[in-house]
C-alpha cells in the first residue's frame, strides 16, 4: 500500500489501542467527512451560488438548516457513537483487526464490491418497510421532514431509522471482519455518497451521469419531493433494485417527458 501509509498506520497504532481508533477514530473520521462534504452545500443555497445546477427551486430558510445541524449532533453523540462502541466486540469477534501490514487492494476493492450490493439490497427492503403507512408516520416521516434536501439531511433521521437503515451499512463488514482500513474506506465512500444524494444538485460532473446505475441526487430528490406513498426511488447507491421491481417508473417517465420537451424546444428553435 506504500510506505507513506505504513508509517501513518504505524503511528495509529502505536499511539492509540484497538478500541480508540475503532470507535473514537471511527466517530471522529465520520464527523470530519460528514460535516466538510455536506456543510458546503448549505453556503450555496443561501448564497445563491451555481443557482443553475439547483434541482428545485425553493430553498431552506436558516432556521430551518440550524435545526438539521442541532438534531443531528444529538443524534450523532446519543444514537451514532454508542452504536460504534457498543458494536466493537461483534466485529472483533468477526475478525477486525487494525495491526499491519495494511491489505492490498487486491483485497479491498472486492470487499467494498460486496458491501455496495448488500448494502443495496438491504437498504431497498428497509426503505420500503419505511415508506409503509404507519412506519412513515411514525418513524420515516423524520427523514422528509425536508422535501428540498440539502446534503446534511442526508442523515437526519429518527433514532429508530438510524438503527434500522444503519444495519444494511454495518452488515457487510460485520460478516467479513474487514481491516479496519477497509472499514473506513467503507465509512467514507458512503458518507460521501449519501451527502451527495441529498445535496440538492445536479452537476455536469456528477457520478450519476458517468457511471451507470448510479443514483446520485437527481434521482434521489425526486424521492423527496413526491408523496411517501408514490415516491419510489428507494434504492441507496446504485439503482438496480428499482429496475428489477419497477419502483423508479414514475421518475423514468418524467425524465422521459422532459427529453422529449428539450428535444422539441431545439427543433422549434
Known sequence: MGTFLDACWLYLITHFSDFQLACLGSFFLHESVFFLSGLPFIFLERGGYLSKYKIQTKNNTPAAQEKCITRLLLYHFGVNLPVMIFSYPVFRYMGMQSSLPLPSWKVILPQLLFYFILEDFVFYWGHRVLHTKWMYKHVHSVHHEYATPFGLTSEYAHPVEILFLGFATILGPAITGPHLLTLWLWMVLRVLETVEAHCGYHFPWSLSNMVPLYGGADFHDYHHRLLYTKSGNYSSTFIY?????????????????????????????
Open 241 to 269: 433494485m428499482d429496475r428489477i421491481f419497477g419502483t423508479d417508473k414514475g421518475y423514468r417517465k418524467l425524465k422521459e417527458l422532459k427529453n422529449t420537451g428539450s428535444e422539441v424546444g431545439k427543433k422549434q428553435m
